[in-house]
């Protein structure tokens, strides 16, 4: 009888374990195809203007002194990507370095505009803190009032004449280069790509 | 109540293992658990970098206490006040409505938002810490019991680091399932 007992024992616990080690590998690969199958887009949101949309215009004046002109036609025919960002907000903060990369691998046709609000002291420590003062940074409640901002880090991509391009939540690299993906193809959105591509199909 | 030494083993090896990879973790990538200390926003901006290195102090005090037969009931009042204060401060976050920082359980490469699973589960752990500094029953360990503590830490390793996976894969489930409504 204890033979028995004990010989059940070693079994189960070995199967105990082999069942553990399933259940991770198995967990492992969902995570591995959220990973891949993930939509690598950035997301928009239903609220607020749409793309096609022309931006109401802004006169605005950064944190530096400097005058910044949101909206309305660009002088130099450049577009411009308004970052809207919050000091609270750590992914945000991920995505820094990554949008100080695109603004100086998309120089040639494309300004970019950080756009937070709030305590302007708290900005001045974020700017300092994260070697921002190189770029345009702007604290404007208006401005995002008026694009109905809701989460964060959200991108508005203006073309020259003040007209939405593309917009959306970016939380990784892949997000902030599909919007200016969608503006070259003049697709709104991931949303709207997917539905197309779905058309076809069809 | 006395337990067997051989489950007291078990619990003092894993958590042992458990707070020795959190401080790995911590101390490879500093600068990401600093970031990590500072968006929970419990600690002045100033005290961030020393509270920071005093989590790091204490994680490595109980992986060393948990080793050592003697300081074992220290070790574990230890283990068990520090995993409360980690549900605390989620918990705290949470009522704060600031659900989207990370949680900073298995260093940055698994990001995982904060959430109630997580508050319960460090609840769970500071249970299972209380109970490995509980009094050992009279009885000598033989090499059965060692095998035992072997395939047990082999069992929770791997679900322990299952349930990691899940909690950092369910936001993304979400999104996934939420994105093509």
Known sequence: MIETLVASNVLLWLVVVVLCVVVLA?????????????????????????????????????????????????????????????????????????????????????????????????????????????????????????????????????????????????????????VFEAKERGVASIQQYLEQQGDKVA | MFHDPATLLVLRFALALLFATACVHKLRQFGEFRDTVADYELVPPALVTPAALLVIAIELFVVAALLVSAWVPAGSIVAAAVLSVYAAA??????????????????????????????????????????????????????????????????????YLATEQLLANAPRSRRLSSAYD
């Open chain 2, 90 to 159: 989620i918990g705290i976050n949470l009522a704060r409505g600031r659900d989207s920082i990370d949680c900073g359980c298995s260093g940055a490469a698994l990001r995982q938002p904060i959430s109630g699973w997580l508050v319960l589960r460090n609840l769970l752990l500071a249970g299972a810490a209380w109970w490995a500094g509980a009094a050992v029953a009279e009885r000598a360990l033989g090499p059965w019991d060692y095998a035992l503590t072997l395939v047990a830490l082999c069992a929770l390793l791997s679900l």
């Open chain 1, 26 to 178: 198995l967990v492992r690969q969902i995570g591995v195809l959220h990973e891949r199958l993930g939509p690598v887009g950035a997301l928009s949101l239903s609220q607020g203007p749409k793309v096609g949309d022309e931006v109401p215009r802004f006169d605005l004046t950064a944190i530096d002194g400097r005058y910044v002109k949101v909206g309305g036609d660009n002088e130099q025919g450049r577009s411009t990507l308004l970052f809207f960002l919050s000091p609270t907000c750590p992914v945000c903060k991920t995505l820094l370095p990554v949008l100080k990369s695109s603004r100086r691998t998309e120089r040639s046709w494309l300004d970019v505009v950080l756009v937070s609000d709030g305590d302007l002291d708290e900005q001045k420590v974020f700017v300092a803190a994260n070697d921002l003062s190189e770029l345009t940074y702007i604290v404007s409640a208006d401005l995002g009032i008026s694009l109905r901002i809701g989460r964060l880090p959200y991108v508005v991509l203006l073309d020259e004449h003040g007209v939405i391009g593309a917009q959306g939540l970016v939380n990784s690299r892949e997000h902030l280069e599909s």
